[in-house]
């Protein structure tokens, strides 16, 4: 299991925080951000952490990974614009 606690975007670059009950489960989210065209690879794990689970429920001695992700944005380059020239009209076959 794993669930983001927070994400934030400073220009092209995202960081994702979050925590996971594996690195298993850190492993495959990473890679599935991957596989995707949003982000640029390679998606960078910062930071992980084992932590003991705490809180209201917490099983005694259960773990949690804390993590931090890092990617950049991809952004793809525009459209390259049409030739400008001489030519006919769009439509019109090239006759007057």
């Known amino acids: 299991m794993l669930w983001l606690t927070t994400m934030a975007q ?3 670059e995202v960081t994702i925080e979050g925590q996971s009950t594996t690195l298993i489960a850190l492993s495959d989210f990473v890679g599935n951000l991957s596989t995707g065209t949003l982000l640029e690879r390679p998606i960078e794990i910062v930071d992980s952490q084992v932590q003991p689970a705490t809180g209201p429920g ?7 990974i804390q993590f931090t992700v890092r990617a950049r944005i991809n952004r793809p380059d525009p459209p390259a614009a049409a030739p400008g020239g001489r030519g006919a009209p769009a439509g019109r076959g090239g006759r007057p």
């Open 58 to 64: 917490a099983q005694p001695g259960l773990e949690l």
């Open 10 to 12: 400073q220009a092209d």
